[in-house]
T-cell receptor, first 113, second 116 residues
Framework: RKEVEQDPGPFNVPEGATVAFNCTYS??????FFWYRQDCRKEPKLLMS???SGNEDGRFTAQLNRASQYISLLIRDSKLSDSATYLC??????????????FGGGTRLMVKP | DTAVSQTPKYLVTQMGNDKSIKCEQN?????MYWYKQDSKKFLKIMFS???????INETVPNRFSPKSPDKAHLNLHINSLELGDSAVYFC???????????????FGEGSWLTVV
């Protein structure tokens, strides 16, 4: 079983649409959660952290459900520039401490005019 | 100024060769990483160094040998390259954190390795 699972997509949506991505993780001891964005042939970049209370950054809203081990990302009013792969990332801080990020396989979003 | 820089960006080489990828960060971080992204786009950690000390060494063939001369550099040397080593290798850095809140990891632009 994959440790962090995502629907690979692609999600093809028109500009202005609202789109939601989901992610599940298998390690119940996971401590922190993130969404990263990766453009084609580029490096991943942090989009936002995900907090238990849910958090919003402009058009982006992230939610965490620890009981279900489920993370979501909602994008409102999609822009062409939102087209990218969105990576669900889980930080498994343990005996080794530091940052042991586990990445999902990513969900590809394509926003069309 | 590039925060995490790695060279070369593209590398095409023959099977059996030995090659190195260099990485430097100017963020003042004390922890550096090598990640591998394969053709299926999964990013997997290979190594993690904190203050030049190896912390994480995932199941990676011992043909891969990281070297950290100082906190700002983490190089990756690969011996006897195989076709399956073809991938994108990302260097990254962050601050060491022994807490649950996590911390941002910054990635280099990636090194595209093709073994022919």
């Amino acid at each position: 079983r994959k440790e962090v699972e995502q629907d690979p997509g692609p999600f093809n949506v028109p500009e202005g649409a609202t789109v939601a991505f989901n992610c599940t993780y298998s390690n119940s001891a996971s401590q922190s959660f993130f969404w990263y964005r990766q453009d084609c042939r580029k490096e991943p970049k942090l989009l936002m952290s995900v907090y238990s209370s849910g958090n919003e950054d402009g058009r982006f809203t992230a939610q965490l459900n620890r009981a279900s081990q489920y993370i979501s990302l909602l994008i409102r009013d999609s822009k062409l520039s939102d087209s990218a792969t969105y990576l669900c990332v889980v930080n498994e801080v343990g005996l080794q401490a530091g940052n042991m990020l586990t990445f999902g396989g990513g969900t590809r979003l394509m926003v069309k005019p | 100024d590039t925060a995490v820089s790695q060279t070369p960006k593209y590398l095409v080489t023959q099977m059996g060769n030995d090659k190195s990828i260099k990485c430097e960060q100017n963020l003042g971080h004390d922890t550096m990483y090598w990640y591998k992204q394969d053709s299926k786009k999964f990013l997997k950690i290979m190594f993690s160094y904190n203050n030049k000390e190896l912390i994480i060494n995932e199941t990676v063939p011992n043909r891969f040998s990281p070297k950290s001369p100082d906190k700002a550099h983490l190089n990756l040397h690969i011996n006897s390259l195989e076709l399956g080593d073809s991938a994108v290798y990302f260097c990254a850095s962050s601050q060491w954190l022994a807490q649950s809140s996590g911390n941002t990891i910054y990635f280099g632009e990636g090194s595209w390795l093709t073994v022919v």
